[in-house]
T-cell receptor
């Protein structure tokens, strides 16, 4: 079983839609969780950290469910510029970063 | 601004060649990483280093080695390049303090082995 699993998509949504991605992980000792965004032919960049209590950054909301071992990302009022691949990332220890394969989002007019 | 710089954007090498991929970061980060990214497989960790001269194997270290002689530089070495090592290689660095710290990536090196 992969350490981090994501639905590869693509998720094709119209502008203004709400879209949600889930990510499941197998290592219950994982300590920190993140969502990264990767644009086509670019390097990944941090979108947001994910906290146990859930956290929001503008149109983006991240949730962590340790009991069920998944994290989620909700994007409200999708923009064309949100089109990208969203990578679920976790740290099984302080140093190592493990990435999911990513979920592709395509927002169309 | 944090900067992670990889020495080449594109490389073409022949099978059997020894290949060096260089990565330099300017933020005095202890942790540095090498990943490869392939379609459908995402980023897979090859090696990481948490200090000068310290290294740990990631998930796919076979066919690779690394060198960290100075804190700012982390090199990935393909001892004898093979066609299945054709991939996008990404270097990253990350500070150690606290758990919710961001990793910064270089722009990537697209390596083709022919």
């Amino acid at each position: 079983r992969k350490e981090v699993e994501q639905d590869p998509g693509p998720f094709n949504v119209p502008e203004g839609a709400t879209v949600a991605f889930n990510c499941t992980y197998s290592n219950s000792a994982s300590q920190s969780f993140f969502w990264y965004r990767q644009d086509c032919r670019k390097e990944p960049k941090l979108l947001m950290s994910v906290y146990s209590s859930g956290n929001e950054d503008g149109r983006f909301t991240a949730q962590l469910n340790r009991a069920s071992q998944y994290i989620s990302l909700l994007i409200r009022d999708s923009k064309l510029s949100d089109s990208a691949t969203y990578l679920c990332v976790l740290t099984p220890g302080y140093n190592k970063l493990i990435f999911g394969a990513g979920t592709r989002l395509a927002v169309h007019p | 601004d944090v900067k992670v710089t990889q020495s080449s954007r594109y490389l073409v090498k022949r099978t059997g060649e020894k290949v060096f991929l260089e990565c330099v970061q300017d933020m005095d980060h202890e942790n540095m990483f090498w990943y490869r990214q392939d379609p459908g497989l995402g980023l897979r960790l090859i090696y990481f280093s948490y200090d000068v001269k310290m290294k740990e194997k990631g998930d796919i270290p076979e066919g690779y080695s690394v060198s960290r002689e100075k804190k700012e530089r982390f090199s990935l070495i393909l001892e004898s390049a093979s066609t299945n090592q054709t991939s996008m290689y990404l270097c990253a660095s990350r500070p150690p303090t606290g758990r919710n710290t961001e990793a910064f990536f270089g722009q990537g090196t697209r390596l083709t082995v022919v």
